[in-house]
């Protein structure tokens, strides 16, 4: 679980495609205190660390996540925002997030509201129960 609330920024240094498989070395600040296994919101997904470096960790998207996900737009140079799970003992700064990804949403209208901005969002209908 996640509070949505970034902690670092984090730059694609490398990446590498393995059948539909796509894996990315990210150097941040962050990244040489993460743990093999672990759950680190990218972007807000949600990938498990494979490896860990000198300030740079590697992650990868599978298919699936490349369909769901802007991720497959992302190559070296890349900046991702960088989120570590969250600590039942932490405070909650955010909102609770899974960081998971169960459908793509098509942004229909942007409504300037001076200063903000509306977004009119279209998804499919069998998603509509889990949309708060």
Do not use: Y
């Amino acid at each position: 679980m996640f509070t949505g609330i970034i902690e670092s920024v984090g730059i694609i240094k490398e990446m590498a495609t393995a059948g539909t498989n796509k894996s990315f070395w990210i150097e941040s600040p962050l990244s040489s205190s993460f743990k093999v296994d672990q759950s680190i919101a990218h972007s807000g997904v949600c990938l498990t660390i494979e490896d860990v470096g000198d300030n740079i960790h590697k992650v990868t998207a599978v298919e699936e996540t490349l369909k769901k996900t802007n991720i497959k737009q992302w190559k070296p140079a890349t900046h991702v925002n960088i989120e570590r799970s969250l600590l039942i003992t932490s405070r909650l700064d955010g909102h609770f997030v899974q960081g998971h990804v169960d459908t793509v949403a098509t942004c229909k209208k942007i409504k300037d509201r001076g200063g903000s901005h509306e977004f009119e969002i279209e998804f499919p209908k069998k998603f509509s129960d889990l949309i708060i």
